[in-house]
């Protein structure tokens, strides 16, 4: 059996895992590396937003209230892409080996609140693009502010929980390069 066919390399006496070569550690922290070209997305995204949520100037990051709306919506519909992606064809793949990825514990419990401060958000913007409500910034940060907390921390969760020094506890690195991403 080829060291291929084993998990990074069996653990020393004291539980420590050899170390990777440059290439096993790039295969290794694969997922994580794209995942936080997504994340890292979404966290300029946020910002964006969250600056233009500034009362105290009086057209805060450049981004007029439809120019603001429109960037809300879209934060919000390739966020809810992202996480149905993950939930349908990455983290079932990934829960087969790993308890971080199965429904009940955190990573998908910060999906839901995720989710739920983006319905909110997105309801809120969607009104206003229609003109059923005015557009107001506080009202927008307020939105943010109930899930942001939540989807900080996922954001850096969920990228950790990718990285080599835990994959390698789960996965072979002939099965991580079939890996889904």
């Given amino acids: 059996m080829g060291r291929d066919n084993k998990a990074a390399g069996s653990a020393s006496a004291d539980g420590a895992l050899p170390p990777l070569s440059a290439g096993d550690l790039r295969t290794y922290n694969r997922m994580a590396d794209q995942m936080e070209g997504f994340h890292n997305h979404f966290r300029m995204a946020w910002n964006q937003l969250w600056d233009a949520c500034d009362s105290s100037a009086k057209r805060p990051s450049g981004l007029s209230a439809r120019q603001m709306i429109m960037t809300g919506l879209q ?7 992202h996480h149905s992606i993950e939930e349908q064809h990455i983290f079932p793949v990934l829960a087969k080996k790993m308890p971080q990825f199965r429904k009940e514990l955190d990573l998908l419990k910060q999906h839901k609140q995720i989710h739920a401060g983006l319905e909110k958000l997105e309801s809120y913007l969607e009104k206003c ?13 307020r939105l943010m502010e109930g899930f942001g907390e939540v989807l900080w921390k996922h954001l850096d969760e969920e990228v950790q929980t990718l990285k080599a020094d835990n994959m390698r506890k789960y996965w072979t690195l002939d099965e991580m390069r079939r890996l889904p991403m």
Avoid: A, I, Y
Wanted: negative net charge; hydrophobic residues 25%; aromatic residues 10%.
């Fill in 75 to 81: 934060f919000c519909s390739q966020l809810d892409f």
């Fill in 129 to 141: 693009r229609s003109g059923e409500e005015d557009m107001r910034r506080e009202e927008v940060k």
